[in-house]
Every structure is written in structure tokens, then in C-alpha cells.
């Protein structure tokens, strides 16, 4: 079995910072794209940011662009999303989800249970 562990979340005031993190542990081939999601009340589940393996390329949501950084330990099976000059509108559930091929599922996207992050003075 393949788990994803977020941790990292937390109260932070506006225009304050804070880093998430997503470990994978478990039958672990190969990871592939790594992604970070978050999803707000009554909203649906949106894209944050993305990386790929080998962590040259990357994308982010317009709304977070400038502002949060993803970034990826292969060493580690770790994806990290720092968050810098959060909002109020930046409070949600964070999810990270990686593609990883197992080995006897294949591969697969796998989702961690979410971490919250709500900003608020």
C-alpha cells in the first residue's frame, strides 16, 4: 500500500508564510508528477501547483502565482509547498496527490487526507 501524509498546516495571519508537506511511504517504484490541491468550503476542489520527477518543471494556479513555491525531494518521496504572502482567500484544505507506480497496482494517483490552512488575524 501507498500512503501520502500531509503536515505542515495551521493558523497564519495574512501576508505571513508557512510550508507544506507530503511524505509517500509505502511499495514505491517510481513517483511521477506530484501535485498540491486545496479545496475551500462550499468550493470545488481546485489545482495549486504541480512538479514534475525531476522537479524542472513546474505550474501554478494564477492565484497563487509569485507567491507559493512547490518543490520535491526524490531522496525523500517529499513534495513541499511553501506559501508566502498568504491571503484570507488562501484558507482551505490541502491536499497533495502524487502519480506513482507501485509496482503491482501500476500506476495510480494516490491523494493524502488534506491538511487545513486557514488565514485569519
Known amino acids: 500500500q501507498v500512503q501520502l501524509v500531509e503536515s505542515g498546516g495551521g493558523l497564519v495571519q495574512p501576508g505571513g508564510s508557512l510550508r507544506l508537506s507530503c511524505a509517500a511511504s509505502?511499495?514505491?517504484?517510481?513517483?511521477?508528477?506530484m501535485y498540491w490541491y486545496r479545496q475551500a468550503p462550499g468550493k470545488q476542489r481546485e489545482l495549486v501547483a504541480k512538479?514534475?520527477?525531476?522537479?524542472?518543471?513546474?505550474v501554478y494556479a494564477d492565484s497563487v502565482k509569485g507567491r507559493f513555491s512547490i518543490s520535491r525531494d526524490n531522496a525523500k518521496n517529499t513534495v513541499y509547498l511553501q506559501m508566502n504572502s498568504v491571503k484570507p482567500e488562501d484558507t482551505a484544505v490541502y491536499y497533495c496527490?502524487?502519480?506513482?507506480?507501485?509496482?503491482?497496482?501500476?500506476?495510480?494517483?494516490?491523494w493524502g487526507q488534506g491538511t487545513q490552512v486557514t488565514v485569519s488575524s
Open positions: 512538479i514534475t520527477s525531476g522537479g524542472l518543471q513546474t
Open positions: 509505502g511499495i514505491i517504484r517510481s513517483i511521477n508528477i
Open positions: 496527490s502524487a502519480d506513482i507506480d507501485s509496482g503491482p497496482r501500476g500506476w495510480y494517483g494516490y
